[in-house]
């Protein structure tokens, strides 16, 4: 599973270094209060922070985290970043026989000493990535800047299939300038801890923002969830309807079928989301659960603008986990605006949390 969401990752650094193509230093450099404060800023830190995990993979000493971008050009970034993918190519084929369990051992930045398996290192590193891409996705989108879908994990997957779409599915996605014509890969893996770890994370992840969000006045509260951020779909409460619509969406078209994508209404309350978004998580969760290396990789079948797309099953999990890394993204920016409570989001801030737990179920898997 790891070699094929970096094959995804190296997809998606690549179509977001070409919409950055000819951007001049004041659009590069223009502040916004999002993340690292520019596009630029964006960029440098996905850089950084991939050199800064290589080193520490290898055992090496790693300094202070850089934070300054100054000076650093888009050619540069690009030739950084693919320097770094071809190191962690390497790295991977290196370790993948033993299953990516090595124990990594570093010092935080608190300096607390960490441990945890390399594989779920890996995973924060993949992860980190989208969180940081929905925010450049952000600052090109204002500069008039965006590509058809976004970044999606599914997006690559209708690029690169596992399994064929049907011929008037393809003329539609072309006409919506979709890429369609890449090479085919291999199925995803399927690895149930590690899924059932990312899914754990995402829903962690959620309930600290809804739990932040609750924490706000109530007027305030109200007034924030229906702000307008312009980023995502609108507002903190769209955004989590949007969420959460979609972890329903997929759950019926696993276990029932084809089925129409439905919309909450918009006046649903946080505790109500809260609570349905507990009861969906229990209830994916069995799902998962359920399902072996031979089901895992059977074909569900969704609908789009009136023509039937095909995906596996593992990959449409993946496709969650991913799709919840970028809203929460935004969602934890729009809280930031806001003020409110800072929401850990990184995956490894849960492995630090859940470590001992981490570290015996990756030597499972």
Known sequence: MLMAYFDYHRWAMKRLLALCEGLSDEQLDMPRPIGPGSLRGVLFHLLAAERHWMLRWKGEPTGPFPTDPAGISLEDLRAGFAAADQERVALLEREAPSGFTRIVRYVHASGVTNEQPLGETLMHVANHAIHHRAQALQFLKVLGRTTPGGLDYIFYKIAHPSTPQP????????????????????????????LRRYFAYGDWVILEIISAAKSLEPPRREAWLDRDYSMGVGTPRKTLLHMLDAETWWLRNWTIGDQPYEMSPETTSLEEIESRWREHAAQRNAFLASQDADSAQGVVVTSFSGNRLHFRVAESMLQLCCHGAHHRAQLRNMLRQEEGPPVEVDYINWLRRNSPFVIEAASQS
Do not use: A, C, M, N
């Open 167 to 194: 011929p008037e599915t393809l003329e539609t996605l072309r006409s919506f300038g979709l890429q369609v014509d890449g090479e085919p890969t291999p199925p995803l893996p399927f690895e149930k801890e590690r």
